[in-house]
């Protein structure tokens, strides 16, 4: 997709589901490439994500979404019934209808598939995300490990760190160090932008592959609970004109 199409499909989704406020927009890196990683906040982190960035990105996606047989099941279970509460048939029948324009926007948008426990075809993710960054271009990863619990306040589950082999290969073939940019989304309509974290290839795989991962999770952690703070003091300002 050129970047002109891009922009006007993130606009009509920005028009009609996001509206947000983006924040540290002076952490956007101006050239490429890097990795943004961010939390998933259900549907609201991919959705802030497309519509407040001001630059083409491809996210990584779980490959059922991106399946037009598999899509269906993975919707209604995720989404229809986990997320909108609602029961079959009902559920299944908006999960297949939403999976005619879901499945196609994934491709459309440049979306790059990810299959969960799969190495062979973790492999392959790590191929074409390593494509994408050749051409000077950018990565986004949701890390969140979804086998494990969230968090009760963040609603964050712990992140797994194979992103950080996309540095690992990207300096093993250009010996430039990879930055990753900590993103952190919110429902009250905040996408808040951290500063970058680089790899630094001089560490031991293993103890950079845990500094990484603990800092852009402690960080989106923080974050997140800043913006979390920031629109519950914007809720009660709200309320409080609104009593006068």
Not at 114 to 134: I, K, N, P
Not at 175 to 187: K, N, T, V
Request: proline share 8%; hydrophobic share 40%.
């Amino acid at each position: 997709m050129n970047d002109h199409l891009y922009h006007i499909l993130t606009s009509v989704v920005d028009l009609f589901l996001w509206g947000g406020e983006l924040i540290g927009e002076e952490n956007l890196p101006r050239q490429g490439p890097a990795v943004f990683i961010g939390n998933h906040s259900d549907a609201t982190g991919p959705i802030a994500v497309a519509c407040s960035l001001p630059m083409p990105i491809h996210p990584w996606a779980i490959a059922y979404m991106m399946d037009k047989d598999l899509a269906p099941a993975w919707l209604q279970a995720d989404f229809t019934e986990r997320q909108l509460h609602l029961k079959p048939p009902l559920s299944r029948w908006l999960a297949q209808a939403l999976c005619q324009f879901v499945v196609p926007l994934f491709h459309s948008l440049g979306c790059i598939p990810v299959a969960a426990g799969e190495y062979q075809r973790m492999e392959e993710t790590l191929r074409l995300s390593m494509d994408v960054l050749r051409r000077g271009e950018f990565v986004f990863i949701f890390p969140e490990d979804y086998r494990l619990p969230r968090d009760p306040v963040t609603r964050m589950q712990p992140f797994q760190h194979s992103f950080v082999r996309l540095a690992e290969e990207y300096y093993k073939e250009t010996h430039q160090r990879l930055s990753f940019i900590p993103l952190a989304a919110h429902g009250a309509g905040y996408l808040r932008i951290g500063k970058p974290v680089v790899h630094d290839p001089l560490n031991p795989a293993g103890t950079e592959r845990r500094r990484l991962k603990n800092t852009l999770e402690q960080t989106i952690t923080r974050m997140y609970l800043e913006l979390d703070a920031r629109g519950k003091a914007a809720e009660a300002a709200e309320l409080a004109s609104a009593k006068r």
